[in-house]
């Protein structure tokens, strides 16, 4: 039997594939069987129905003590455009995105050297005070290691004090990709692959809910694609925290690695399908379309996808690396956007709970 029948079987089973099935999809050329093969796991997930958000994303500063091979965006603070914001300049930003219906702000930055931890905690009290219906998603599994390097304090205290200020929620950032040899070639000043574990391991045990990345078509190869997935199904397996995969294309452009191409359409396709047949028990799988470009994005919700990311506006650190992507969509162009792909469009919050269903 042709082994891409076996793995149909088993999805339609609503059974797991192996790491070793991993790999022959991975090695599949036959891209239109991997998204049929995907859409079985997400209709049995989510039906017809593709989600997205309003959200607004504020990136606080881009002074960073990690200087990382594949990012483009961090700083040194002398840097002639090195950026902080103070908290009025967060909070005119936040307003901006309150009147455009904003119902997530997310929240990520640099490991900036020289803020203090009540720099954090009072930019969440401020919007958490300003805008009480707003949800806050913010900081990296990277960034939650770095408070806790500052402050000294346990990490479960650390988190703690971030919820009690106004978090609710953790991007999936800063995961990149836990092969230890890749990732120490791209990213060897960040934390491992297992500290990013055992943080969202941490933060799911105290009560928060968050999304889970890879970065992806740098320096790694097939195996430590799967190798990610894996290690991330595990700790689904014990916790049930993540919310939604939102696999990365890396963008070479103004970073340290400047000799790769970026990820083509077919590429991007295969991994967003992959990850859908393979993380059996996340719910979402997220195109994030300021990466991959709103028609490829379009185009991946045949091929497992069921999450589009949302409104985004002002994203800075995608860009940084040579995105040509517009930085916002309208609500009515992600409409759009769904309904000719045969959708069914749904606002959400960041807990995917449902604002609105566009129904034709």
């Known amino acids: 039997m042709n082994p891409l029948d076996t793995i149909q079987e088993k999805v339609e089973g609503k059974e797991r594939i192996s790491p070793e099935e991993a790999r022959i999809l991975m090695e599949s050329k036959d891209l239109l069987r991997l998204g049929r093969i995907a859409s079985i796991r997400r209709e049995a997930k989510n039906g017809k129905r593709a989600y997205f958000i309003v ?3 504020i990136n606080h500063t881009n002074i960073c003590v990690n200087r990382c091979r594949f990012c483009a965006f961090s700083r040194d603070p002398e840097a002639p455009d090195a950026y902080t914001m103070d908290l009025s300049q967060i909070l005119a930003r936040a307003e901006a995105g309150a009147v455009e219906g904003a119902s997530e702000f997310h929240i990520v930055g640099g490991l900036h050297p020289d803020l203090p931890f009540d720099y954090y905690l009072n930019l969440l009290a401020a919007l958490r005070d300003r805008f009480p219906k707003i949800h806050l998603q913010a900081f990296t ?19 703690s004090a971030l919820k009690e200020a106004g978090l609710g929620s953790l991007p999936g950032g ?5 092969d230890p040899t890749v990732r120490n070639a791209i990213c060897p000043e960040k934390i491992s692959g297992e500290r990013w574990l055992e943080i969202m391991e941490a933060v799911h045990k105290a009560g928060l809910k968050s999304n889970a990345t890879m970065l992806y078509g740098h320096l790694e190869d097939a195996g430590a694609r799967i190798d990610h997935m894996a290690r991330l199904r595990d700790l689904q397996d ?13 963008h070479p452009e103004n970073t340290a690695i400047p000799d790769r191409e970026i990820t083509t359409g077919l590429e991007d396709l295969k991994v967003l399908a ?7 028990n996340f719910d979402h799988i997220k195109a994030f379309w300021i990466m991959l470009g709103e028609k490829i994005a379009q185009v991946s919700l045949h091929f497992g996808v069921d999450d589009l990311d949302g409104t985004v506006v002002e994203e800075k650190i995608t860009h940084a690396a040579g995105a040509q992507t517009s ?21 959400r919050d960041t807990l995917y709970r449902e604002i609105r269903r566009y129904e034709e």
């Open 174 to 178: 800063g995961a990149e990709i836990f």
């Open 141 to 159: 599994a990277v960034e939650i290691d770095y408070f806790v390097q500052l402050t000294g304090r346990p990490l479960p205290e650390v988190l």
């Open 327 to 347: 930085e916002a969509l309208s609500k009515e162009m992600l409409v759009r956007m769904i309904r000719e792909a045969g959708m069914v469009p749904v606002e």
């Open 274 to 280: 992959i990850a859908r047949i393979f993380l059996d």
């Open 55 to 57: 959200n607004r994303h």
């Open 238 to 250: 014990k916790t049930g925290g993540f919310q939604a995969f939102i696999p990365l294309a890396f």
